[in-house]
T-cell receptor
Framework: TQLLEQSPQFLSIQEGENLTVYCNSSSVFSSLQWYRQEPGEGPVLLVTVVTGGEVKKLKRLTFQFGDARKDSSLHITAAQPGDTGLYLC?????????????FGQGTILTVHP | DADVTQTPRNRITKTGKRIMLECSQTKGHDRMYWYRQDPGLGLRLIYYSFDVKDINKGEISDGYSVSRQAQAKFSLSLESAIPNQTALYFCATGDFRDELEGYTFGSGTRLTVV
């Protein structure tokens, strides 16, 4: 069974601070995705990283895929209250199970004005 | 209309009752998934289907069954509901023809078993 360990589970910060969320596994994934979920809604895809060592930027969000394709990080610069939500990493399986996602436990981010 | 529609949005049922959660999608994808979400545990896969004739168990399938009635419809049943099945249930679809594409999720069904 492939597992993804996400940390921290909770993050409470002030507006303007920076933060990093980590996602680690002992397994290699075909790719890794980050989702954001708001209360009462399903997760929404933020980004997919595919290549080991890849870095993608989405405005104030920076996503990195580890060289060995087992871990990833999400860094938010100058967090804003609108960033508040649940962030989930998900590993994409390859082979015959291609497309099956394994999710981390999630990080609940609260950004205070 | 939403790409993935789940019904009902909320349901309270009694222990031992059979209940069905329904999901339909308009994305035209072959693959559909049912996940369960509990606080601190992320989303855990219950069942998935890669096409109408292909049904697979996920990591927590005990106590659940599914039916793929058509490409667009995938329903989840709890044969005899128990309180620890109280959770938020999500249906999703995604075919990864583009490796950058993710899942599209429904808005979820909040199920309470009393």
């Amino acid at each position: 069974t492939q597992l993804l360990e996400q940390s921290p589970q909770f993050l409470s910060i002030q507006e303007g601070e920076n933060l990093t969320v980590y996602c680690n596994s002992s397994s290699v994934f075909s790719s890794l995705q980050w989702y954001r979920q708001e209360p009462g809604e399903g997760p929404v895809l933020l980004v997919t990283v595919v290549t080991g060592g890849e870095v993608k930027k989405l405005k104030r969000l920076t996503f990195q895929f580890g060289d060995a394709r087992k871990d990833s990080s999400l860094h938010i610069t100058a967090a804003q209250p609108g960033d508040t939500g649940l962030y989930l990493c998900a590993g994409v399986s390859g082979g015959t199970s291609y497309g099956k996602l394994t999710f981390g436990q999630g990080t609940i981010l609260t950004v205070h004005p | 209309d939403a790409d993935v529609t789940q019904t009902p949005r909320n349901r309270i049922t009694k222990t031992g009752k059979r209940i069905m959660l329904e999901c339909s999608q308009t994305k035209g994808h072959d693959r559909m998934y049912w996940y369960r979400q509990d606080p601190g545990l992320g989303l855990r896969l219950i069942y998935y289907s890669f096409d109408v004739k292909d049904i697979n168990k996920g990591e927590i399938s005990d106590g659940y069954s599914v039916s793929r009635q058509a490409q667009a419809k995938f329903s989840l049943s709890l044969e005899s509901a128990i309180p620890n099945q109280t959770a938020l249930y999500f249906c999703a679809t995604g075919d990864f023809r583009d490796e950058l594409e993710g899942y599209t999720f429904g808005s979820g069904t909040r199920l309470t078993v009393v």
